[in-house]
């Protein structure tokens, strides 16, 4: 028997398990062996498995806010590795995605894979599986950077298997003593040293302490995208000055607390603009 192998379709594995009635008989021409056929025999058993060609793909993206979810605006990141690796674990075809951060394997036989997505130097994974869009979360496992298994079907193109990376960032600047009391940062006008400033996450729990050197330099640095808030002990003998009070990079932020208002800092960000001024 020879059978016709239609446009976009291969030959299945002729022959596979010991089940006649359920394998396929053609070789990757079409054609089966010879089959003798006695007197009054059916053979009913003469079958062609026949698939379409699979893909796998999508997208590395620069998370610019960590939550692990592809947000309007955030860019694909360029020059990332990428590797498919079949059931044994082994890698069976590397791809480098392009200028909008979109990679692809195609022409893949049907069954199980895995994708492994390098980590370009400077960057972090954001967390996988988060809400419940997978077409728009991280697959990478923050860990070695592997999805899990994904078992492709014939013709199946499963554009979903994303990886979400980020930048750390940082928050610093100046604790200085406005002399003139005036909210803004005028030449001459020292820095404060030895004072103590703390981090504080969204939930306004301390996660850093810094001290001012000897020129009222501080700063908190390998800061995931998130929102944190800026509190400056106030040193004895010193009354907080206005804050505000014009350009912010040489301004006052806090309040008469000591503490700034919320600063969202996205992936790669260095904000160097915030400040505390005093006055005596």
Do not use: C, H
């Not at 594995?13 to 056929?37: E, H, Q």
């Not at 419940?132 to 499963?158: I, Q, W």
């Not at 995208?225 to 009070?245: A, D, E, F």
Request: zero cysteines; charged letters at 15%; hydrophobic letters at 30%.
């Amino acid at each position: 028997v020879m059978v016709n192998v239609p446009g976009g379709y291969s030959t299945s594995p002729s022959n596979a398990g010991g089940d006649d009635t359920k394998d396929s008989d053609i070789n990757s021409g079409g054609m089966t062996s010879t089959i003798p056929l006695t007197s009054g025999e059916n053979n009913s058993t003469v079958d062609a498995g026949l698939y379409k060609l699979a893909e796998l793909g999508d997208l590395v993206w620069e998370d610019t806010n960590a939550n692990g979810v592809q947000d309007g605006g955030e860019p694909g990141v360029a020059g990332v590795t990428v590797r498919l690796l079949n059931a044994g674990g082994s890698t069976i075809a590397t791809d480098v995605t392009d200028g909008g951060g979109n990679y692809l394997f195609t022409n893949l036989v049907p069954g199980n894979y895995t994708v492994e997505f390098a980590l370009p130097t400077g960057y972090v994974r954001t967390p996988a599986n988060q809400g419940s869009d997978d077409a728009a979360d991280s697959d990478a496992n923050t860990g070695n950077g592997r999805t899990g298994t994904y078992t492709l079907e014939s013709g199946e193109s499963d554009l979903t298997v994303d990886a979400g990376i980020y930048r750390n960032g940082s928050i610093s600047d100046f604790v200085w003593e406005d002399k003139n009391a005036n909210g803004k940062q005028d030449g001459g006008e020292p820095g404060i040293s030895g004072v103590t400033v703390k981090l504080l996450n969204a939930a306004g729990t301390t996660i850093a302490t810094d001290i001012t050197d000897g020129s009222g330099i501080y700063s908190f640095n390998n800061l995931a995208p998130g929102t944190y808030t800026v509190m400056v002990n106030l040193p004895g003998g010193y009354t907080p000055t206005t804050p505000n009070s014009g350009d912010d990079s040489s301004d006052s932020d806090i309040n008469t607390g000591g503490m700034t208002g919320p600063i969202v800092l996205t992936s790669g960000e260095n904000n160097s603009t915030v400040d505390a001024g005093f006055y005596r």
